[in-house]
């Protein structure tokens, strides 16, 4: 499947502008209102591509009526050409391609190049907010795509096929840390493939290898703490020609909500990381397949080599 592309053709497609900012929910707006491309309407992260008040996780899903309403009044069909873009190598597009995905899209494309990128390359840009007539759309949203927490609990009793695969940090998905989340872990059985290795230079790189992690014929689930960063590793996978993907909406902080979920974690078995090096150290040498007391071994010498500086 087609899932990034390279374009600064503002006239044969619709574009969303996606920019936003964890730390400050307005400075994707702000943005937006100062300069976007061309005729592209915006989307925000959690007024308009989540449910904030559901309760589900720190970023859940809209509901069909919402994702109805928001395609409707941005004047979108689903026969229409779209890209959607952020500030470049962030999850945020990939967040509302996932949501036009499953509403029934089938040529909705991110683009690999940031908002500064796509100008630089001489994109009509404009301050203006444009206009579009509302449709009455009816969309024909594939739940194939998308994975609860019931969902996830049968895959882990083996109720039904996948694999689960965690887009989070190596450090997060053993447990070693948690900045966010109120549990440290992971969704038992689940994979790790940090999100971040998708990007260079404020841009996705389609040049990866998930064979290590998830087979193409193998259903995945995808999900990382909330289910944005989760987005931009399923985007991904669609594009290396995986076709068997659900995501995780709600990822672990709605897993986490039912006091009774197990949560597995690794740090009991793993020598001590008492700093932040140390601990990227430690995700670093289990990623790369050390254990036992060869990971012993080899975490004590790259320690202590620290300690030499």
Request: charged share 30%; glycine share 8%.
């Amino acid at each position: 499947m087609n899932v990034f592309i390279e374009t600064t053709d503002t006239t044969n497609y619709r574009w969303i502008d996606t920019r936003f900012d964890l730390g400050n929910s307005e400075t994707g707006r702000s943005w937006y209102n100062e300069e976007h491309v061309a005729g592209a309407i915006f989307w925000d992260l959690e007024t308009d591509l989540s449910d904030m008040a559901s309760g589900a996780g720190r970023h859940p899903m809209p509901s069909k009526d919402h994702l109805v309403r928001l395609i409707r009044t941005s004047g979108l069909s689903t026969n229409d050409a779209v890209v959607v873009y952020d500030q470049g190598g962030s999850p945020y597009a990939a967040r509302a391609w996932w949501l036009l995905k499953y509403a029934g899209f089938e040529q909705v494309l991110i683009s690999k190049k940031g908002f500064e990128a796509l100008k630089a390359q001489g994109i009509t840009t404009s301050s203006e907010v444009p206009e579009f007539t509302p449709t009455s759309v009816e969309p024909k949203f594939q739940d194939q795509l998308y994975a609860d927490r019931s969902y996830v609990k049968n895959v882990i009793d083996g109720k039904e096929l996948g694999v689960l695969v965690d887009a989070r940090s190596p450090e997060r998905y053993m447990g070693l840390e948690e900045p966010i989340d109120k549990v440290a872990g992971r969704i038992p059985g689940a994979r790790n493939f940090d999100w971040e290795q998708l990007v260079s230079r404020n841009e996705f790189q389609v040049d990866v290898d998930f064979s290590d992690v998830v087979q193409q014929h193998e259903p995945a689930i995808v999900y990382c703490g909330s289910g944005v960063t989760a987005a931009a590793l399923y985007a991904m996978l669609a594009e290396k020609g995986h076709g068997h993907i659900r995501l995780y909406t709600g990822s672990f902080s709605d897993w986490i909500i039912d006091e009774e979920n197990v949560v597995e974690f690794d740090r009991e078995d793993y020598p001590e990381a008492a700093d932040s090096e140390t601990k990227v150290i430690l995700a670093r040498l289990i990623k790369e397949g050390y254990s036992g007391e060869m990971l012993m071994k080899k975490f004590e010498y790259e320690k202590s080599q620290i300690e030499k500086k």
